[in-house]
């Protein structure tokens, strides 16, 4: 009997194993599904907003100053973070550039719902587009001004950097350059006076 008991007890540990695999297995399948689904929508509501700009009208043009305005915040926030990554102070402009993405974040969802309104109702609320559109305006042009000005702090650094790499390279070239040789200076002089005193004429 004791064989029989071992054998189950292996059986048991056999399937409580294969149990255990199945469930991470199904709890990993459920992550990624979920995962993929989460970028489907998202990819899917981007083509949506795509197709939409292609339009014409209040509608379209709403759909264009979303995709404008992402477009701008993605650019700025990648400008920022290449300056934290070389090290530059940046004072309080990382926490600027998180309000400018709040803000982007409220009025694109502004932006959403008054498009989708003006698809399906005929009457226009031109004092509403009107202030998102000069919403639109201010975030764009302070990400732009952000971007210029570490654009610039990043070609006065690099200008630094090239004058010095170019004072070095002088210094360089003058140290390799081989010093002249006193006697083969006296012996040009001493060419030079015989040529002379040979062809008096051709001197003066």
């Keep these: 009997m004791a064989p029989?008991?071992?054998?189950l007890i292996v059986l048991m540990v056999i399937l409580l194993f294969f149990l255990l695999l199945g469930g991470v297995g199904i709890y990993l399948l459920v992550k990624v599904g979920r995962k993929a689904t989460k970028k489907a929508r998202a990819v899917s509501t981007r083509v949506a907003t795509h197709m939409a700009a292609m339009g014409t009208g209040d509608a379209a043009e709403t759909e264009?100053?979303?995709?404008?305005?992402?477009?701008?915040?993605?650019?700025?926030?990648?400008?920022v973070d290449h300056a934290l990554r070389d090290g530059w102070g940046l004072g309080?402009?990382?926490?600027?550039?998180?309000?400018?993405?709040?803000?982007?974040?409220?009025?694109?969802?502004?932006?959403?719902?008054?498009?989708?309104?003006r698809r399906v109702s005929p009457y226009i609320d031109h004092t509403a587009l009107g202030r998102l559109r000069e919403h639109h305006a201010k975030l764009t042009t302070s990400c732009a001004r952000i971007r210029a000005d570490l654009r610039d702090d990043q070609m006065a650094h690099s200008a630094g950097s090239i004058d010095e790499i170019q004072g070095r390279t002088d210094?360089?070239?003058?140290?390799?350059?081989?010093a002249p040789d006193p006697l083969d200076q006296i012996d040009e002089l001493y060419n030079?006076?015989?040529?002379?005193?040979?062809?008096?004429?051709?001197s003066r």
């Design 192 to 202: 030079r006076t015989m040529i002379n005193r040979t062809h008096p004429d051709d």
């Design 171 to 178: 210094l360089e070239i003058e140290a390799r350059r081989r």
């Design 4 to 7: 029989i008991g071992d054998f």
């Design 92 to 117: 309080d402009l990382p926490h600027l550039v998180a309000e400018i993405s709040a803000h982007a974040d409220q009025l694109d969802a502004q932006l959403a719902r008054y498009a989708q309104e």
């Design 64 to 79: 264009r100053m979303r995709l404008d305005l992402r477009r701008e915040v993605s650019l700025t926030r990648q400008a």
